[in-house]
């Protein structure tokens, strides 16, 4: 199998993550991909995906991954059903951060319980 084959899940998140300026080549076995992700939160996704396919330290793939915007870790449109506690916890691992996420998005949200589907969050990095 392929380099290229074996990371197309990689790439495939790549497309669907709207990596600008992508490029992948393959030389002797050693799949190369560079490209700018949006957020922090971006890049961390596409290790996580190369790491779970590749193992910690995969020796069959270097990436060169930068980031367009650093200011924040990723922005997230709210989805119905959602709190910022659920948000909290899906980004930070820890829903009792909701309020670092409250308190970056004072512009828009005057209550920490009202938050609404299509509104924009910054989830800050901390």
């Known amino acids: 199998m392929s380099a290229k084959a074996k990371y197309q899940p990689v790439l495939d998140l790549g497309l669907k993550l709207n990596i600008k300026d992508g490029d992948v080549t393959e030389d002797n076995g050693v799949l190369k991909i560079k490209g700018v992700a949006a957020?922090?939160?971006?890049?961390?996704?596409?290790?996580?995906?190369?790491?779970?396919?590749g193992g910690e330290k995969p020796s069959d793939i270097k990436a060169n991954i930068t980031v367009a915007d650093e200011s924040v870790y990723h922005r997230h449109t709210v989805k119905s059903g959602e709190s910022l506690s659920k948000i909290a916890k899906h980004y930070y691992g820890d829903a009792m951060k909701y309020n670092k996420i409250f308190e970056a998005n004072t512009n828009i949200l005057k209550n920490p319980d009202m938050i609404h589907p299509d509104q924009v969050l910054v989830i800050p990095n901390l």
């Open 39 to 53: 957020t922090p939160y971006e890049k961390n996704m596409l290790w996580d995906k190369i790491k779970e396919i």
